[in-house]
């Protein structure tokens, strides 16, 4: 169930819109993000994950920060965090 909903949610941008409707599929505005090559929905940006976790770690946590494997970047819709 959990991989259905964040199809819907984060690959076919169906999540709900203010309305309770499915975003794209009801007329949601799409535009280009030419960093992750798709359309995302319009007040979207994208982001890497590791933006959003404090600098402050201890252990190894983020040690391969350095070396650049975490950037990954997903679409995110900042007005929401």
């Given at each position: 169930m959990?991989?259905?909903?964040?199809?819907?949610w984060?690959?076919?941008?169906?999540?709900?819109?203010?309305?309770?409707r499915p975003y794209?599929?009801?007329?949601?505005?799409?535009?280009?993000?030419?960093?992750?090559?798709?359309?995302?929905p319009?007040?979207?940006d994208?982001?890497?994950?590791?933006?959003?976790?404090?600098?402050?770690?201890?252990?190894?946590?983020?040690?391969?920060?350095?070396k650049?494997?975490?950037?990954?970047?997903?679409?995110?819709?900042?007005?929401?965090?």
């Open positions: 959990a991989k259905t909903l964040y199809d819907y984060f690959v076919q941008f169906d999540f709900p819109d203010a309305n309770g794209k599929s009801s007329g949601g505005k799409m535009v280009y993000n030419p960093a992750l090559k798709r359309d995302t319009e007040r979207w994208d982001a890497a994950l590791i933006d959003f976790i404090e600098s402050d770690k201890s252990g190894d946590w983020g040690k391969n920060l350095l650049g494997t975490i950037r990954k970047k997903y679409s995110v819709c900042v007005e929401q965090i």
